[in-house]
């Protein structure tokens, strides 16, 4: 019975600090969406200016 508890009480533990990690990761995302939106854009538009200007090869 005890060996049990403690089993519960592991399995507890493991879970919350699971939540935790998953919360915590969540915050962080939330937090740099407008970041990354900004960096995807100007990557984007990096990309366009790239191909309209003719230079897709690399050249030596």
Known sequence: M???RHLGARREQLI????????????LLECDVGTVGRAAA?????????????R?????
């Open 2 to 4: 005890r060996r049990l």
């Open 16 to 27: 919350v600090g699971m939540v935790s990690q998953i919360q915590q990761i969540r915050a």
């Open 42 to 54: 100007r990557c984007s538009l990096a990309g366009a200016e790239h191909r309209s200007s003719g």
């Open 56 to 60: 897709d090869t690399i050249s030596p």
